[in-house]
């Protein structure tokens, strides 16, 4: 509820803010505005729909070896869990302390990195016990995680995307985010689907699809309606929004949802 409550006055202003790393050595890669062409459309095909526990606050979503990995938020109700697909329950699940609060997560190398949102923490865990191994330290605010097979990428809720060292968590690229218009900001959750980043826009029912190599944006998923054309509905005025994205690579299948959102949705991007 805080993140919700603090950032929603200032969504306009973020949106339009192109964050500067502190250091000074990191290389930033920025699109410029009048050489990027509009983003396309994204079409999309809903195939079905999976209950989801309506108290999970999702921050991050991931569908690895057939399972879904979920992470959450809000102070006191913060956790990583696995959850089974079909009924939306917890087979694991691992409680943060009452004071953090979990965001986003991603799995590489059989370990699950989950970030925290302003405790500068890093949680590393074994992808099958949910064991934590260890903890790193992040100077920003942590919003979203994902992978590129090698280096983690983090959003902070800003216009960039930082490429991290999974081992120690050092920054080692950094890529402005924009379209035909602009620096982008509010980059949420994100997932890396065949060479290119997905992420969500925070506060919005937009999922937008990044070219990593240069920050332009390609493309733009309009979820708008996607919860009243199921026949159920959330209170967004809480922050209960659009948030979350797992990609299954053997069905060529997007599962999203959203914070407390009652279903998950699996969804055919055209």
């Not at 309506?54 to 991050?60: A, C, D, R, V």
């Not at 999922?207 to 996607?226: E, R």
Request: aromatic share 10%; glycine share 8%; with cysteine.
């Amino acid at each position: 509820m805080k993140k919700f409550l603090a950032f929603s006055l200032l969504a306009l202003s973020v949106a339009a803010c192109n964050t500067k790393s502190s250091n000074d050595n990191d290389t930033t890669t920025n699109a410029t505005p009048n050489t990027v062409a509009p983003p396309a459309n994204i079409s999309y095909n809903i195939v079905a729909t999976y209950p989801h526990d309506t108290s999970s606050f999702t921050q991050g979503l991931i569908w690895q070896n057939n399972t879904l990995y979920e992470g959450t938020g809000l102070e006191g109700h913060s956790r990583l869990m696995t959850v089974n697909l079909k009924n939306g329950k917890a087979s694991q699940s691992v409680a943060l302390d009452p004071s953090i609060f979990g965001e986003g997560i991603t799995i590489l190398n059989n370990k699950i990195y989950q970030l925290t949102w302003q405790n500068h923490k890093v949680y590393v865990y074994d992808a099958k016990t949910l064991k934590k191994l260890k903890e790193l330290t992040w100077e920003h605010d942590g919003w979203g995680l994902t992978n590129n097979g090698t280096d983690l990428i983090a959003s902070t809720g800003e216009s960039n995307l930082y490429i991290v060292d999974p081992e120690t968590f050092k920054i080692k690229r950094i890529i402005g985010v924009s379209d035909n218009t602009g620096p982008v900001g509010n980059l949420n959750e994100l997932e890396y689907v065949n060479g290119a980043i997905y992420a969500n826009i925070y506060l919005t029912d937009y999922i937008i699809k990044i070219d990593p190599a240069n920050g332009h944006i390609l493309g733009k998923i309009d979820l708008s309606g996607l919860l009243t054309k199921a026949g159920k509905n959330v209170d967004t005025d809480e922050g209960y929004v659009l948030n979350g994205i797992a990609y299954d690579s053997a069905k060529k299948s997007m599962y999203i949802t959203g914070k407390k959102w009652p279903l998950i949705f699996e969804m055919k991007v055209n």
